[in-house]
């Protein structure tokens, strides 16, 4: 069968995102440095794009469950609208969807990790009751 020229374009453009898809992905899989980072001075996710989040500009988090095995602790930030500027295109783009479906616009996705999404979220509460002390 022949493919008309739209088919052909779609197809090439489902082929070109799914490879790109699947290098992230492996590229995610092999790399070994922390994707989170946890500690006295903020959070740092390198998924999310943002750099380091001091613990001042955190002003509440909150645990949250998609389906059975994915978790995110949604972050709340001081200056939303700072932060969201400071997003890389693709996590703009995705922002207000995010929020439209009862997530933070700043999310950590925390599934697959070393710790339980419980103790992930336990430390970063610690934190950020300890930063508002």
């Not at 440095?33 to 943002?50: A, C, H, K, M, N």
Request: with cysteine.
């Amino acid at each position: 069968p022949t493919c008309t020229p739209a088919e052909r374009v779609a197809s090439w453009a489902a082929i070109a995102m799914f490879g790109s898809c699947e290098a992230f992905f492996l590229w995610m899989y092999l790399d070994r440095r922390p994707r989170i980072i946890i500690d006295s001075e903020g959070v740092f996710d390198r998924l999310l794009g943002l750099g380091r989040i001091p613990w001042s500009e955190i002003i509440g988090a909150r645990l949250e469950f998609i389906g059975d095995d994915d978790a995110l602790v949604c972050l709340d930030l001081r200056d939303q609208q700072d932060w969201i500027a400071r997003l890389p295109r693709r996590h703009r783009f995705l922002a207000p969807a995010n929020r439209a479906i009862g997530f933070s616009q700043f999310n950590l996705t925390i599934s697959n990790l070393d710790a339980t999404p419980e103790q992930i979220f336990a430390l970063i509460m610690q934190h950020l009751k300890q930063s508002n002390d």
